[in-house]
């Protein structure tokens, strides 16, 4: 984003529209939380959430994305070297007082979304104005799920995020794809399924950096910020892909792409795909890559 010019066309010509930073952190807060979905994917649970008299602090944001995972996001209006600390203290403080942030959950979303709570992979979101090489290097160190998110503002009305590091604390993919492939019942599947399965986790693992691997029971979430797509258990002669594109914007083929927007299914997305060979992940590629960019 840094190298990135941006212009507002005239009649008489092109206005450079640059980039900067927002007066003040609160700013950046406020605009996320008020929309959280939309940027990163996570549901908004609470704002400046008090860690109680004994721990000493305030977690600028409490949410809850996609698959059901945990997430702290922090921010700070330039550079700080201190963001991931401060996040992981507050991390380390969750992972302590899981029933309190359930219970926070139930309140805000309902009994079922505060059982469904995953925490195999609690995220730590730091969102700011720029971050430095020992900080990129830093989260790499750690075992735990971090994303370091760049924030620009572009004149009064243009808001821009990128991911300068994305790191993952969740099983390995590997070995997601073998728990999904044997199905939640351990039958096992075919070694065709399997080595569908595996060719679609290569294909999306393949598509950019920062690609992580979420495992819920009944399907495989592959995420950026956001998901991107959901992989499910596979069935008997097929697996299904859902995808974060408009169906609107595909030309469906019956048999192999299907709207499925307003219908119940496991992961998320509008777009569902239904691949039987090898052949179909080579058909599918295009759909994958037109997810993944907008994730």
């Known amino acids: 984003m840094l190298g990135l010019k941006l212009f507002h066309t005239t009649k008489s010509g092109m ?17 996320v939380e008020a929309h959280m979905e939309a940027l990163l994917g996570v549901t908004f649970l609470a704002s400046e959430y008090s860690t109680g008299p004994v721990h000493g602090g305030r977690i600028d944001s409490l949410g809850l994305d996609e698959n059901g995972s945990p997430v702290i996001i922090e921010y700070k209006r330039g550079v700080d070297s201190g963001v991931i ?4 203290f507050y991390l380390s403080w969750l992972m302590d007082h899981r029933a309190e942030f359930e219970r926070l959950v139930r309140d805000r979303l309902g009994v079922t979304a505060a059982a469904q709570v995953l925490w195999s992979g609690p995220r ?6 720029d971050f430095t090489r020992y900080d990129v290097h830093a989260v790499r160190e750690h075992r735990r799920s971090i994303d370091l998110v760049r924030y620009r503002l572009f004149g009064s009305d243009l808001f821009g995020l990128e991911t300068v590091a ?7 993919v590997s070995r997601c794809v ?3 492939a044997a199905g939640p019942g351990g039958g096992g599947q075919s070694m065709a399924l399997v080595e569908l399965a595996q060719a679609v986790d290569e294909s999306l693992l393949g598509l950019g950096d ?11 979430a592959y ?33 192999f792409t299907r709207d499925v927007t307003g219908l119940g299914h496991h992961g998320t997305g509008d777009l569902e795909v239904q691949l039987r060979t090898l052949r179909d992940v ?4 295009e759909l994958f890559r037109m997810s993944y960019a907008a994730a």
């Not at 206005?15 to 609160?26: D, I, N, Q, Y």
């Not at 730590?124 to 104005?129: D, E, K, P, Q, R």
């Not at 920062?210 to 495989?220: A, I, S």
């Not at 080579?282 to 590629?285: C, P, S």
């Open 15 to 31: 206005t450079e529209v640059r980039p900067h930073l927002a007066e003040v952190e609160a700013d950046v807060q406020g605009l």
């Open 85 to 88: 600390n401060q996040g992981l």
């Open 124 to 129: 730590l979101i730091c969102v700011a104005g």
């Open 166 to 172: 994305s790191v993952s604390s969740r099983l390995p």
């Open 178 to 180: 073998r728990r999904q």
């Open 210 to 220: 920062g690609v992580n691997c979420v495992q819920r029971k009944m399907y495989r």
């Open 223 to 255: 995420q950026r910020l956001r998901n991107f797509a959901c992989v499910c258990t596979p069935q008997r002669t097929k697996l299904l892909v859902y995808l974060k594109v408009d169906p609107k914007q595909v030309d469906l083929v019956p048999g």
């Open 282 to 285: 080579e058909r599918v590629q």
